[in-house]
């Protein structure tokens, strides 16, 4: 049995789990996309390799198997929302269950949804085509964060299907608290609640009933903090959900599938409503042999989050240290480490130029408009950090000077 890891393996100039990644070469690249794309660990291939086996052995029949892995999948999800009431349904990508969901409202009785200005764009860019379509939408600022919540509660009346909102924003990393707040009030008006929490499981821990919203429906998936790959998200399900999906496949109703239902819509219960139809089942093999090496790995988000903290405390530290202009780049000094969720938002009108310079030094990071965004991940050690952000200080050095030069 592995010893149990803690915290401090984690802050050597050795990490203890990066042997893991071999093929990902995590120990001789400056990978800070861990808000993006974490590296998988090697296991998930062999995950590939069970899928096409699977499918090359059993055919047809490979769909008993291919369905047991998709359990395992859903049971991940579930506790890493600490959930032991709601059903999944899995799709390849967050939009996909997004829109199932979107279809399942009364839209024409209720034309209006709510959401915050700082939602990613597979929420983001439909609602927007929807606005278009005559449905309201309003978008509620993000900032000042103390207020938000109650601001966003106070914006749901009669006539709201939805609130659709993150836990934690992707442009800024800001955990969203307070939205049980946000759940109550849509009890009260008969709305439904939407939380994206892609930028929160796996790296802050969550528990649905402390947080209030076991009532609410939830999107997230594994290609961020999990390690999972494309193609494993889920949309989560509260208990007793009657809602008819307009947007829906053929897996929504097994049952009926062999009887003569006289084009009758009928679906199935909990997550199956929400199903859609055949699919490519390798990213759940994929993703079951990962949640396996994160469980027998003690890597559970109460670790990853303490890795994470010491991680980005460090980065910023070393930003801060550097004293830049803050005309050309700065960070947003009130959020507080507990309230920063799994990586640091920098802010420059030359954030995309930045991430390009530094992509090609072999530092790989993102930028969304005008916020650089810097990811840490368990298997870098604290020398890689320590590089990333001496090389970090060149690349904007040489930026700062050449745009200096311009200026005169």
């Known amino acids: 049995m592995p010893k149990k890891l803690s915290a401090v393996d984690f802050q050597r100039d050795t990490n203890p789990i990066a042997p893991h990644y071999a093929q990902f070469r995590v120990d001789k690249r400056l990978l800070l996309t861990g808000h993006s794309h974490q590296a998988w660990p090697d296991v998930a291939f062999d995950g590939v390799k069970e899928a096409w086996f699977d499918a090359a052995t059993h055919l047809d029949d490979k769909w008993q198997f291919a369905f047991e892995k998709a359990r395992q999948v859903e049971q991940g999800f579930s506790r890493l929302l600490n959930d032991s009431d709601g059903d999944y349904a899995l799709a390849e990508n967050t939009h996909t269950l997004v829109v199932r969901f979107l279809s399942a409202l009364d839209l024409k009785n209720r034309p209006r949804l709510v959401t915050s200005d700082s939602e990613f764009h597979s929420i983001r860019r439909q609602l927007d085509r929807l606005t278009e379509e005559g449905v309201e ?179 910023l530290a070393r930003f801060d240290a550097l004293d830049l202009p803050p005309d050309f780049i700065c960070r947003d000094h009130t959020i507080s480490q507990p309230q920063r969720g799994g990586f640091i938002a920098l802010h420059s009108p030359h954030a995309a130029a930045l991430t390009q310079a530094l992509h090609a030094r072999q530092f790989y990071c993102d930028s969304r408009g005008d916020t650089l965004r810097l990811g840490p991940a368990p298997y870098l050690n604290d020398q890689q950090l320590l590089n990333a952000m001496e090389l970090f200080a060149e690349v904007v050095g040489k930026k700062i000077n050449k745009h200096l030069f311009l200026k005169k």
């Not at 309003?138 to 009669?158: G, I």
């Not at 999990?226 to 947007?247: A, K, S, T, V």
């Not at 496949?249 to 139809?277: C, I, K, M, P, T």
């Open 137 to 315: 939408i309003v978008r509620v600022e993000s900032q000042p964060h103390e207020t938000f919540t109650e601001r966003l509660a106070s914006e749901v009346n009669a006539i709201t299907a939805a609130v659709l909102v993150s836990s934690v924003f992707y442009n800024s990393g800001q955990i969203c608290n307070g939205l049980s707040e946000v759940m109550s009030a849509c009890r009260q008006q008969g709305a439904e609640l939407l939380v994206d929490t892609y930028h929160h499981l796996n790296v802050v821990p969550f528990d649905i009933a402390r947080e209030g919203l076991e009532q609410a429906y939830m999107v997230g998936g594994g290609y961020k903090y999990c390690q999972l790959g494309e193609g494993n998200c889920f949309l989560r399900i509260p208990p007793g959900c009657q809602l008819r999906p307009l947007i829906t496949g053929w897996y929504a109703d097994f049952e009926s599938l062999n009887g003569n239902h006289d084009h009758q819509v009928n679906y199935g219960d909990g997550g199956q409503r929400f199903a859609g139809a055949t699919y490519d089942p390798t990213s759940h093999y994929r993703a079951a042999k990962v949640f396996e090496f994160f469980a027998s790995n003690g890597l559970d988000p109460l670790l990853l989050r303490e890795i994470n903290q010491y991680q980005t405390a460090l980065l």
